[in-house]
């Protein structure tokens, strides 16, 4: 399935006044995932999903192919995730293979140099390399965080030092100060201000638990900085509880829907992952007690169709219809997370009746994440470190 607005480039865009968030204090909610929804990680057993996700979608060579691109495309998004999934697999070989590749033909060969671009594929004269080279800094993101706890969980002190270095670039390039909001993390260095004081931003580009971690790990104070803007991000983005694809952020009205672009302001294939986000955090995080809460109407959006939804109005919490199997995979931590048993064995009967195909790139993506949480392969702690499964089994 194509997910809209692929090219991440921001259009001219229509404004509407929206109110801000406030903050109340956050309701009881479930701290504890019932263990009856959770199936224990077979350790030494291998990971079936990744290996198919291998097969069928990595190239030998290293390249995540997504065919659903018209170029037959590689995305930094597509291999930040791959990096990701090869070290909750403890796929050393795979891991070194992806990294090679990202670096050498997304970074020109030198990730501590460059962001790497975010568009790799065939060009329109037919030869292939970097067909847009603009960055993604929630790939970007994910890049240098898998990089870091491979380092730390292999003890490979190069991993560590490319995190280091492209966690600097990552400052530098891809975040502004914006007045009453502070450093934030832009979605890529360029075309993401439309005009003078306005800015374009994306809550799921912010995952709480690798802020958290950029934040302990790093110690240029804006990481802390970044954290603190995200959470507000993500919250005053969603005053309904529905989170939007894009948002707007004015230096004089503060956050306004985002009317540009396919999805005229709703939350659809990029909100998805802030959901999953929210219910992969640790029982003891800082975040996950107060963001399950203020997420619970999708969550009894869901309860109640039966399913969760493809987009959504922000506003009214009107949807048009039903999102894939694959949304239905990354809301299963989410739903574990928040106590929502009966909408979780709902979700996990509809992923076995209807399998996601194994050449969807994205819904592939969006099932490794949430059944491979749900298969306790990994997990993360206060702090954003990464607890895989074979870690915890020797």
């Not at 057993?45 to 097969?55: D, I, L, N, T």
């Not at 270095?165 to 400052?171: D, G, H, K, S």
């Not at 009894?300 to 919490?317: C, F, K, Q």
Request: proline share 7%; hydrophobic share 40%.
């Amino acid at each position: 399935m194509k997910r809209p607005d692929l090219s991440r480039r921001s259009a001219l865009l229509a404004l509407a006044g929206m109110p801000l968030l406030a903050l109340g204090a956050p309701q009881r909610v479930l701290q504890h995932v019932p263990q009856t929804l959770v199936t224990p990680a077979v350790c030494g057993g291998g990971w079936p999903a990744w290996e198919s996700f291998k097969r069928r979608l990595l190239s030998k060579d290293g390249r995540v192919i997504d065919p659903s691109l018209d170029t037959q495309g590689t995305t930094s998004e597509g291999q930040s995730y791959a990096l990701f999934f090869a070290l909750v697999a403890n796929d050393r070989a795979a891991f070194a293979r992806i990294l090679e590749w990202t670096e050498n033909n997304l970074a020109d060969g030198d990730l501590t140099a460059r962001l790497p671009a975010w568009l790799w594929g065939r060009k329109p004269d037919g030869g292939w390399g970097v067909i847009d080279g603009n960055s993604a800094s929630d790939s970007d993101l994910w890049i240098a965080y898998a990089l870091g706890e491979a380092g730390r969980l292999w003890r490979q002190r190069r991993y560590i030092a490319m995190s280091a270095l492209l966690a600097n670039r990552i400052l530098e390039a891809e975040t502004a100060d914006l007045p009453g909001l502070g450093p934030t993390l832009l979605p890529g260095p360029q075309g993401f201000v439309p005009m003078p004081g306005l800015w374009r931003l994306n809550p799921s580009y912010l995952p709480l638990q690798l802020m958290q971690w950029f934040s302990d790990n790093n110690s240029d104070p804006r990481w802390e900085q970044l954290l603190h803007s995200a959470r507000r991000v993500i919250y005053e983005s969603s005053p309904q509880g529905y989170v939007p694809d894009w948002i707007l952020y004015a230096a004089d009205k503060g956050f306004l829907p985002d009317g540009g672009g396919t999805e005229k302001g709703e939350g659809a294939y990029n909100a998805i992952r802030v959901y999953l986000w929210a219910g992969m955090l640790a029982e003891d995080g800082a975040d996950r007690a107060a963001l399950l809460t203020h997420l619970a109407p999708m969550r009894a959006y869901i309860e109640r169709e039966g399913v969760p939804p493809e987009s959504i109005d922000i506003a009214t919490g009107v949807a048009a219809r039903a999102g894939s199997s694959g949304f239905s995979a990354a809301m299963l931590p989410f739903l574990a997370a928040s106590g929502a048993e009966r909408a979780v064995r709902e979700q996990l009967q509809r992923v076995q009746a209807q399998p996601i195909a194994a050449d969807a790139y994205y819904d592939q993506v969006l099932g490794l994440f949430g059944q491979g949480w749900m298969e306790r392969r990994y997990r993360f702690d206060a702090g954003g470190r990464l607890l895989p499964a074979w870690r915890e089994c020797r």
